[in-house]
């Protein structure tokens, strides 16, 4: 070998491990939410998800960007996106691994079972996620629309995955996407343009023309779309399929594809209808809650995926420092390095925890207390969790020094997952409409009717802050609370902890307390704060001595240590 070209004390890529099995803060987090959840199957995709294959797969759908092909040789318009394979076989088992409508078809802890999954995926390939996790959130909200439920529905929780582009009800398995955003305003979707006109009635219910554009409508390759648009009632929901029912290509204008910060391998386009053929979901004028609903799914989703680009960075990090020596000792033994990596883990651990508290609500339809939780914790772990993803990505980077920084040809995963922070945290709602929307919440509450015990804990919760609310929150569910007095009977429907015994006194003033904004603040302290009790009170020099536990599995390769 050349001697000026020998490499040593480099880190090996980290492959060819479970993501699953060595993720002991996931697996924690499971135990404590659903103890009886079988996890054979996350198992199986734990070592799907780490394998030198599907990382491979990750780095050349990053490297081969997604193509548009707007027309044909001889000027036809195609509006056609093409793909790299790799694509393909993420999205085949992405599906494969029910990711996207399976848990709406039943099944005891699916949500939180798909939510684990989303996470260990994440790792792999979090942009191709995007559609799945659309294809999750519209599920639900195409019940509104029975005829089309009935034909797409179980299309949409089918685990197979065909690309090709043909109707969907052609097909074994679809995906779909959501189409809000417009040029003038994103977070403001009563401000949407785009019109719809009545255009009579077929077996799929009231059909509209659509005229219009989105400004961002990802994965214009899916099969379907739920879009808003302005009809004579105001703001509604349609259904508007790629291909209509007699085979032709519906009349949506992929205009270009964005050229994005990160988010490679998902291509997100900016589309014009120019009469789109769509169909009614819900009733006219309804198209705003209908959004705000699945917004809900997708955020839940935005929490998840940074919750598991935290998980994977700081694996990254623990994989690199274990083999990299500097100044006589693996980085991992130096004291400095110890307490970032220990800061990592916590709030890594931390992030895991509130996102899957808050993916088991989901399992738990006609639970009023588990309801409330869910709009409560949907802004804060949105909020916080996909704020301070940006931050430590880059400390994780960090760990990793000039590499950190290095992609060559999409090997470079932790900058990969620097540059796809950002989006969870833009997209489906902004850091301020996240406190906005808690506001809401927290007012509604405050107006919400609550049993005996509830009014209890709200005057506790009034005269000591957020403490007791944490202690409220974590615990299982009981008809007639203990801590105050006894509750009338049936009021186990009460809205325990979230909007009802959280009822502020001024709205404001609890925002700040649940919300703190101070830079550098740990998501574990705001984590009890907003009523998950999880193991996050260790002290970080235990976390510290845990540190090599799951991940650092290889040697170092250093051969001069
Ligand atoms: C990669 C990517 C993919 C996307 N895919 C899709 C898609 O498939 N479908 C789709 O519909 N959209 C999609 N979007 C759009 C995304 O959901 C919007 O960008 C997002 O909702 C914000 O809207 P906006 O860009 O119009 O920003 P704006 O609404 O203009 O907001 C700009 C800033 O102002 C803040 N703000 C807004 N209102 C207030 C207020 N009242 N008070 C204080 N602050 C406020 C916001 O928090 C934000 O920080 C995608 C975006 C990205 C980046």
Same mark, same amino acid.
């Given at each position: ?27 924690? +987090? ?169 255009? *009579? ?32 009632? *105001? ?128 399992? +738990? ?108 929150? +974590? ?14 009977? *049936? ?71």
């Amino acid at each position: 070998m050349d001697a000026t070209h020998e490499v040593f004390n480099q880190a090996e890529p980290l492959v060819g491990t479970n993501l699953f099995s060595g993720n002991r803060a996931l697996r924690d +987090a499971l135990a404590f939410n659903a103890p009886a959840l079988p996890t054979a199957e996350l198992e199986q995709l734990g070592a799907l998800a780490g394998s030198a294959e599907m990382q491979t797969h990750a780095r050349l759908a990053n490297v081969h960007l997604p193509q548009l092909r707007s027309h044909d040789r001889l000027g036809r318009r195609t509006d056609v996106v093409e793909f790299h394979p790799s694509y393909h076989a993420l999205m085949a088992a992405a599906i494969g691994a029910a990711l996207h409508g399976t848990p709406w078809a039943g099944g005891a802890n699916a949500h939180l079972r798909r939510a684990a999954g989303f996470m260990l995926f994440t790792e792999v390939e979090p942009s191709i996620l995007c559609p799945i996790s659309m294809t999750y959130a519209v599920t639900p909200a195409l019940r509104a629309n029975p005829a089309l439920a009935a034909e797409w529905g179980p299309l949409l929780a089918s685990r197979a995955y065909d690309g090709r582009f043909v109707p969907g009800t052609q097909k074994p398995g679809v995906t779909m996407g959501m189409g809000m955003t417009e040029k003038q305003g994103g977070s403001d979707v009563r401000s949407n343009t785009t019109q719809a006109s009545a255009d *009579g009635d077929d077996a799929w219910g009231r059909r509209y023309a659509i005229v219009g554009h989105k400004w961002f409508l990802s994965a214009p390759m899916c099969d379907a779309f739920l879009v808003l648009a302005q009809s004579a009632g *105001g703001l509604s929901c349609f259904f508007m399929p790629r291909i209509l029912p007699d085979g032709s290509v519906n009349a949506l204008r992929i205009q270009r594809l964005k050229d994005k910060l990160g988010n490679k391998a998902n291509a997100s386009s900016e589309v014009e209808f120019a009469g789109a053929t769509a169909w009614l979901v819900g009733d006219e004028g309804r198209g705003v809650p209908q959004i705000l609903e699945m917004g809900n799914m997708t955020r839940l989703d935005c929490a998840l995926g940074t919750s598991a680009l935290m998980r994977q960075a700081l694996a990254i990090a623990l994989h690199h420092t274990a083999q990299r020596s500097a100044f006589g000792r693996p980085l991992i033994e130096q004291p400095a390095m110890k307490n970032v990596l220990a800061d990592l883990a916590l709030e890594s651990e931390a992030a895991t925890a509130l996102a899957l508290r808050l993916a088991r609500t989901m399992d +738990a339809p006609g639970d009023a207390h588990e309801a409330q939780m869910r709009r409560l914790l949907t802004p804060i772990a949105k909020f916080w969790i996909c704020k301070r993803g940006s931050a430590f990505g880059q400390e994780a980077m960090e760990c990793l020094g000039g590499n950190g920084y290095v992609e060559e040809g999409g090997e470079g995963v932790m900058a990969r997952i620097y540059r796809e922070m950002p989006v969870n945290s833009i997209w489906e709602g902004a850091g301020n409409i996240m406190a906005l929307d808690l506001l809401r919440v927290l007012r509604k509450g405050r107006r919400s009717g609550r049993c005996a015990g509830c009014r209890a804990r709200a005057r506790t919760w009034r005269e000591r802050g957020v403490r007791p609310f944490r202690r409220h929150a +974590a615990r299982p569910h009981r008809r007639g609370h203990a801590g105050g007095r006894r509750a009338p009977a *049936g009021a186990g429907h009460c809205a325990r902890g979230a909007g009802g015994a959280a009822a502020p006194a001024r709205a404001g003033v609890r925002l700040r307390r649940l919300l703190p904004l101070a830079p550098g603040r740990r998501l574990g302290a705001d984590l009890r704060h907003a009523g998950v009790e999880h193991g996050i009170r260790r002290t970080h020099r235990a976390r510290a001595a845990r540190l090599t536990d799951p991940i650092a599995t290889n040697p170092p390769k250093d051969p001069r240590r």
